[in-house]
């Protein structure tokens, strides 16, 4: 059968400064599909997506949607034929509920022209029955489960006519099973008309749920690839431009037996007393839902979430850490998952970014003055051994693309020589290539003696890295053992059986 072309985009030319984001992209979306857009970090898919929803204007080159030409036309304008697009970062409000953000600016009102909240309520109801959404309309959005919250997001932009539906990473950092269910839900709209653009670094989900895949990369358009990009080896070569070889445990490494931090009965909010070791040299992999320990053992450790009980001792010594600069004092460092919330600071350049960590210890002259150059070339060997892709590291981190934003923040913890790193989700939103360096980069670093806790919810990712897992669920540990025999499916059993497996 043949389909009708909902999207086209012409010509498309964009660039930023130096930066070619976009260089005379020609672009196709048929309707009712599922349409992925692949490629590394910086290579321009959120640019073009920003294009076609009118968040930024090309340079040259023009938009035609339902066969209007609609480049001259604002977000808002196009947002009423049914164009939406929704980013990583977008706009639920966590403390409304999920009715109020369902029907966000296209409140009920009643004659009186006040907001009739009961009308708002059903009509939410409606919405999320017909996409098949099974919450209460009054929680507040808060106490969701991430992936119902991504479908709060995406029902959003479906309630008031959305038929285009933009999704610029909308699986960072849900699990595997998550992601199933909620690609699962995306290919439920796509029966029923509803087209969808997907950017998404996961390469299995890619080539499960897309239609087609385009490939950009450094601002140039491939498209129709699906025939050849049929497995996830051949689209990952495509993508990168070369082979990508995944990084693996070294099955020899010698088991970690001298123990660098140790919890006694330590608890904390949503954390009941627990005990656990993290060895010199090893990368043990903490896995949990939110609210589950894991996170939470991870942000008391660098003095976030505050220590109500127990004893955390390093190199045998009791330690008090409340707050970070303590925890950084024993070379215990933390990379947050939100790098928006706690990782950088937008407006100010790449370099300084990285120095902001170490301020106070290493940059400092005698004189307590800041050492601006030494800041420079530690950014600059950062910026080189991370590969992040920016014209200067004097750019403004905002101008990053988000990828290399994230390595921004890994620089920053890096530049401090930590002695242990935890890593809260470190891979999130980094492109194939990419991840497996950092991944190898960690490992190397490891051999050096440091030790890493790896949260992650991508057990696959933890299954390839780890040296033990550590499981948690409802505040406690559940298991504990070496990655040894084990499978994402044996992760998940122990999970939800919620009783504690010896550790080995
Ligand atoms: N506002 C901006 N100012 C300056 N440069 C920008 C701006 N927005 C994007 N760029 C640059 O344009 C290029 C493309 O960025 P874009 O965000 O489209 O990449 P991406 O493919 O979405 O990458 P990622 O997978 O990391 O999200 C990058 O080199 C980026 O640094
Ligand atoms: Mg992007």
């Not at 939406?84 to 706009?91: G, I």
């Not at 009920?108 to 999320?128: F, S, T």
């Not at 499960?208 to 050849?228: A, M, P």
């Not at 990508?244 to 037996?257: G, I, N, Y």
Request: hydrophobic share 40%; aromatic share 6%.
């Amino acid at each position: 059968m043949e389909r009708e072309t909902i999207l086209e985009v012409r010509n498309a030319t964009k660039t930023f400064g130096a930066t070619k984001a976009l260089v005379d992209v020609n672009f196709r979306v048929e309707r009712g599909t599922i349409h992925s857009l692949v490629g590394r970090n910086g290579a321009g898919k959120s640019t073009l997506v920003n294009v076609i929803a009118g968040v930024i204007k090309a340079d040259r080159g023009i938009v035609i949607f339902d066969g209007m030409d609609v480049s001259g036309m604002s977000l808002k304008e196009r947002q009423s034929l049914g164009i939406r697009l929704v980013t990583q970062h977008a706009s639920i409000v966590p403390d409304l509920d999920v009715a109020e953000n369902i029907s966000m600016g296209l409140w009920a009102r009643n004659r009186l022209g006040m907001i009739d909240w009961k009308r708002m309520h059903e009509r939410a109801r409606e919405v999320m029955d017909e996409f098949g959404l099974d919450v209460d309309t009054r929680r507040s959005v808060r106490h969701l489960t991430p992936v119902d919250q991504r479908k709060v997001n995406i029902i959003r932009a479906l309630f008031g006519g959305g038929k285009f539906i933009i999704l610029d990473e909308p699986t960072t950092s849900l699990s595997s099973e998550d992601r199933d269910n909620l690609f699962e839900f995306v290919h439920r709209q796509a029966e029923k008309g509803i087209t969808f653009i997907l950017i998404s670094h996961y390469l299995e989900e890619i080539l499960r749920v897309s239609d087609e895949i385009t490939t950009v990369r450094d601002g140039f358009v491939f498209s129709n690839l699906k025939g050849d990009a049929n497995t996830h080896d051949k689209l990952a070569r495509i993508i990168a431009g070369e082979d990508v070889e995944l990084v693996s445990r070294d099955p020899d490494k010698p088991r970690a037996t001298e123990p660098l931090l140790e919890c006694r009965e330590v608890s904390a909010t949503f954390l009941k007393p627990t005990s656990t070791k993290v060895y010199k040299g090893e990368i043990v992999g903490y896995v949990g839902f939110p609210g589950s320990g894991a996170r939470e053992i991870c942000t008391m450790l660098y003095g976030l979430n505050k220590i109500q009980g127990g004893d955390v001792l390093v190199e045998g010594n009791p330690v008090n850490i409340r707050r970070a600069g303590d925890a950084l004092k024993y070379g215990i460092c933390y990379v947050p998952n939100d790098r928006h919330a706690d990782g950088i600071v937008g407006i100010m350049p790449i370099d300084e970014n990285i120095g902001l960590s170490i301020l106070r210890g290493k940059l400092k002259s005698f004189f307590g003055l800041l050492n601006l150059d030494k800041e420079r070339s530690i950014a600059a060997s950062s910026v080189e051994m991370l590969k992040i892709k920016t014209s200067s590291t004097r750019a403004l981190a905002n101008s990053l693309s988000g990828g290399n934003q994230q390595k921004v923040v890994l620089a920053k913890v890096l530049a401090c020589n930590p002695r242990l790193l935890i890593l809260d989700e470190p891979t999130i939103g980094i492109d194939i290539k990419s991840r497996e360096e950092i991944i190898g980069l960690i490992k190397d670093l490891t051999r050096d003696g440091m030790s890493v806790i790896y949260l992650t919810n991508d057990y696959d990712e933890l299954l390839r890295i780890a040296d033990r897992v550590v499981i948690f669920n409802d505040g406690s540990i559940v298991g504990e053992m070496e990655n040894k025999n084990l499978t994402p499916e044996t992760i998940i059993a122990i999970r939800d059986k919620n009783e504690r497996v010896a550790a080995e």
